[in-house]
C-alpha cells in the first residue's frame, strides 16, 4: 500500500463509517431542503401563536397534530424482541375496575377538553400499549392474527361497523362533535374488543374475568345499598374541588333518581343512572349462576346463591323493569342450556330429562306469572308509575321512524338526540332506547350492522355448547357469554346509555377467545368436567 493510499478507499461501499459515506442530502437542492425548514418553523410558530391566544377555551383543535404524529411514531419503532404483554393484560382488568367502581361524572374538566375521567386516564394507556405491541412484535402480530380467524366474520362485521361510524362524520351537524364521539368509541369500545380477543385466549384468564366483574357487582351492590339508606350517594357532599363537574347531568345524579309517580328513591350506586346499575347486574348474573351451577367449590357455590339474592334485591331497589326482565332471562335461559347438557352427559339420570322435557311447561308457566300475578306484572311489564316512562318511549318511536327514513345514512355519530328532538318533562333532551339512537346515528345500514354483529355472536357462542362432546372449565363459559349478549339485546330495547357498551364489546371479544381455545388442540385446563347438580 503506497504512503498516499488511503485505508478507507480499500475498503468496500457498504463497510465504511458514516463520516466516509457520501450523503444522501447532498443530491438534493438546496432550495427544497430551505423551504421546508422555513414551513416548519412558520407552522410552529402559528401553532404556538394561536394556542396562546385561543386556550384554555378552545383546546380540542390543537390536539390534531398530535394525534396524527403519534401513530405515525408507533409504526416507526424499530422492532422489539418481547411485546408488554402482562402490561396489556394488567391494564386490560384496571380498565373494568375504572368502568364499575368509579362514578363516570367525578372526572376533571378543563374548558375546551372532555371531560378527564378515571375511565380515560386508563383507557388511553390501553390502547397506547395495544398498539405498541401491534407496531413492534411480529409474535404478537402473529398471536392475535390467528385468534382472529377463529370468528373472522365477527371482527370483520365489526371494521364495517366502524367504518360505518366514520363516515357518518360527514353527515352530522357538528362534524367537531362526531368526531370527538367517534374517538371515545373507538378507545373505549373497538379496542376493547381486540384487546379482549388477545388476552382472554389464554387458558383459564376467561374465569378470571369473569369472578373479576362477579367482585366488581358485588361491590357496587355494597354502595347501593348504602345509597338506599342514605336517601344519595355516599360521596355526595365529599367530592373534591378538582373533581366537581359543573353540569347540570352531574347534578342529577348527585341528587339521585326517584320515580315521580310513587317517589320511591332509586338506587344508582356508582352509575350515573339506576337503569345502567339494573343492566351491569343483568349482565353479571349469568356468570354468577354459572358459578352456582357448575363444578366449583361449595362455598363458591353458596356464596354465589346469596350474590344471586343481592342481585335481585338491588334490582328491585333500582325500580328498573330492564333489571328484572335481563335477570328473569338470565335464569330461565341457563335452566334451558343445564337441563340439556346434564341430560346428554348423564344420559341415565333421570333429573336432566325431566327438566328438560318439562321445560316448554316451565317456561309457559313463567310467562303467565308476567299476566296474572300482579306484582311480577307490575315489575316486568309496568302499571300505573311506570305508565309514563312506556308512553315516553311509544312516542319516541313514532317521532324516530319518520327521521330514520328521511336520513336512510344516518345523521351522524352523537347526534341522535339531537336529531329526534325529544324533551321529556324537566326539559331534557333525551332519547330512551338504544334501538332508535343506533339507526338515528348510523342509519339504516348502521342499524343492521350493529344488531346484525351482536345476533351473529349469540350464535356462535350457543352454536358450540351442544356441538362440542367434552368441555372444560373454559368453554362452559359459553352459556353465560350467550345469555349476557341476549340480555343486552332485550335490554338496549328500552335503554340507550352506553354506560356498559365496553363490557359487551368485551363479551364479542371473548366469543373469539373461547372459539380460538376450542380449536387449539392440547389446550390446558380444557379437559372434561362433570356438569353440577
Not at 363516515?167 to 370527538?180: C, D, F, G, K, V
Not at 351491569?280 to 363444578?295: E, Q, W
Not at 328532538?421 to 326539559?427: E, L, T
Not at 350493529?450 to 372444560?472: D, E, K, T, W
Amino acid at each position: 500500500m503506497s504512503s498516499t493510499e488511503k485505508i478507507e478507499d480499500r475498503l468496500p461501499p457498504a463497510t465504511r463509517l458514516k463520516p466516509y459515506l457520501s450523503d444522501p442530502e447532498a443530491s438534493r437542492p438546496l432550495r427544497s431542503r430551505l423551504v421546508l425548514t422555513l414551513a416548519t418553523v412558520v407552522f410552529c410558530f402559528l401553532y404556538g401563536a394561536l394556542y396562546s391566544f385561543f386556550s384554555p377555551y378552545v383546546i380540542a383543535p390543537f390536539a390534531v397534530p398530535v394525534a396524527v404524529i403519534a401513530p405515525v411514531v408507533l409504526w416507526a419503532l424499530p422492532q422489539a424482541r418481547t411485546a408488554p404483554t402482562q402490561t396489556l393484560v394488567g391494564l386490560f382488568f384496571v380498565f373494568f375496575v375504572g368502568l364499575v367502581i368509579w362514578p363516570n361524572y367525578l372526572a376533571i374538566a378543563i374548558p375546551g377538553l372532555p371531560w378527564i375521567t378515571v375511565m380515560r386516564l386508563i383507557d388511553i394507556p390501553l390502547v397506547v400499549v395495544l398498539l405498541y405491541c401491534v407496531s413492534t412484535s411480529q409474535t404478537f402480530r402473529s398471536q392475535l392474527a390467528d385468534i382472529l380467524k377463529a370468528a373472522p366474520l365477527l371482527w370483520q362485521v365489526l371494521a364495517v361497523f366502524v367504518a360505518i361510524q366514520f363516515l357518518t362524520i360527514a353527515l352530522s351537524r357538528e362534524p367537531a362533535q362526531s368526531l370527538n364521539r367517534f374517538i371515545i368509541a373507538q378507545l373505549s369500545a373497538t379496542a376493547v374488543f381486540f384487546v379482549s380477543c388477545y388476552v382472554l385466549a389464554k387458558p383459564g384468564r376467561i374465569g378470571k374475568w369473569a369472578a373479576a366483574l362477579w367482585a366488581l357487582a358485588v361491590v357496587v351492590c355494597g354502595s347501593a345499598l348504602l345509597e338506599h339508606r342514605l336517601g344519595h350517594v355516599p360521596w355526595a357532599g365529599h367530592i373534591p374541588s378538582f373533581l366537581k363537574v359543573e353540569d347540570p347531568s352531574v347534578v342529577r345524579a348527585l341528587a339521585g333518581q326517584s320515580r315521580a309517580a310513587t317517589g320511591f328513591t332509586r338506587a344508582q350506586g356508582t352509575f350515573s343512572t339506576s337503569l345502567g346499575l339494573a343492566e351491569f347486574l343483568a349482565l353479571v348474573t349469568p356468570f354468577v349462576i354459572h358459578f352456582v351451577m357448575g363444578a366449583y367449590h361449595w362455598m363458591i357455590r353458596v356464596f354465589g346463591a346469596f350474590c344471586l339474592g343481592l342481585f335481585l334485591w338491588v334490582i328491585l331497589l333500582t325500580d328498573s323493569r330492564l333489571g328484572v326482565v335481563g335477570y328473569g332471562m338470565s335464569l330461565i335461559l341457563y335452566l334451558a342450556f343445564w337441563a340439556l347438557l346434564r341430560w346428554k352427559h348423564n344420559p341415565r339420570s333421570l333429573f336432566g330429562p325431566a327438566v328438560a322435557l318439562a321445560y316448554p311447561a316451565i317456561f309457559c308457566a313463567t310467562i303467565a306469572s308476567t299476566f296474572l300475578i300482579g306484582r311480577i306484572r307490575a315489575q316486568v311489564w309496568g302499571n300505573g308509575p311506570q305508565t309514563a316512562s312506556t308512553a315516553a318511549r311509544t312516542v319516541q318511536y313514532h317521532m324516530g321512524f319518520p327521521k330514520v327514513l328521511s336520513h336512510p345514512f344516518g345523521h351522524g355519530i352523537g347526534m341522535a338526540g339531537d336529531a329526534l328532538g325529544y324533551f321529556d318533562q324537566s326539559g331534557l333532551l333525551t332519547i330512551d332506547t338504544y334501538y332508535l339512537a343506533i339507526a338515528l346515528n348510523y342509519g339504516i345500514l348502521g342499524f343492521i350492522v350493529f344488531y346484525g354483529m351482536f345476533i351473529y355472536a349469540i350464535y356462535l357462542s350457543a352454536r358450540p355448547i351442544f356441538q362440542v362432546p367434552v368441555r372444560g372449565n373454559d368453554l362452559h363459559f359459553f352459556i353465560p357469554i350467550s345469555i349476557s349478549l341476549a340480555n343486552f339485546l332485550v335490554i338496549k330495547s328500552v335503554f340507550a346509555q352506553e354506560d356498559n357498551l365496553p363490557i359487551a364489546y368485551a363479551l364479542l371479544g371473548s366469543v373469539v377467545a373461547l372459539l380460538f381455545l376450542m380449536k387449539k388442540p392440547g389446550t390446558p385446563g380444557t379437559v372434561a368436567v362433570r356438569v353440577a347438580g
